[in-house]
């Protein structure tokens, strides 16, 4: 109840709405809990980031590679950004206009605790320094692999809050990837 109160002020006063499940089944009753609690504010995110693993759990068993599964079961009208996760092979993206994927950035995994929250925080670090973002695709894939260097940097070491990285190690990562 703290959370939908939480979410109903930020959405009335004009805020984005960012939902990761981070799905962990043994903190629920049973799956279809789970899937209930998860679907139920679905549609009050603005932005919603999934993982494979999670796209098939939340429709029953589809094939998580297949973009129509996606775009009908799982994107939603009010939706400005809907991000699928895929670990190293990086991300695909999905909004009104566009959709598309950004490749991984290469690292040497150690420990993948961390990554997907270091994934979200680097897209929301772009987010809140350029609200129309979700409007121009270049500008969303360049904010994403920034996002998936902040996950590749976080794998490198043990523990989820020690290895999140500095924003100036993130793009000192992305120079070198672009210069690739």
């Not at 002020?9 to 799956?31: C, F, H, Q, T, V």
């Not at 150690?110 to 500008?139: H, Q």
Request: with cysteine; net charge negative.
């Amino acid at each position: 109840s703290t959370q939908l109160a939480a979410m109903s002020m930020a959405k009335r006063s004009g805020g984005i709405l960012s939902y990761d499940p981070n799905l962990r089944l043994p903190l629920w009753p049973s799956e279809q809990a789970a899937r209930d609690g998860i679907m139920s504010i679905w549609d009050q995110a603005d932005i919603i980031k999934i993982s494979e693993d999670e796209i098939t759990f939340l429709t029953g068993g589809d094939d998580h590679n297949d973009d129509n599964v996606v775009l009908n079961k799982l994107y939603h009208p009010n939706l400005k950004l809907l991000i699928v996760t895929e670990g190293s092979k990086g991300c695909r993206y999905y909004t009104k206009e566009f959709k598309g994927r950004v490749p991984g950035v290469k690292s040497k995994s150690v420990d993948t605790t961390g990554a997907g929250d270091a994934f979200v925080s680097g897209i929301l670090n772009c987010l809140a320094s350029d609200l129309n973002l979700f409007k121009d695709e270049e500008r969303l894939r360049e904010a994403l692999l920034f996002a998936n260097a902040c996950g590749a940097i976080t794998v490198t070491e043990r523990g989820a809050i020690p290895a999140l990285p500095t924003k100036e190690a993130v793009l000192k990562l992305v120079k070198l990837v672009a210069a690739s």
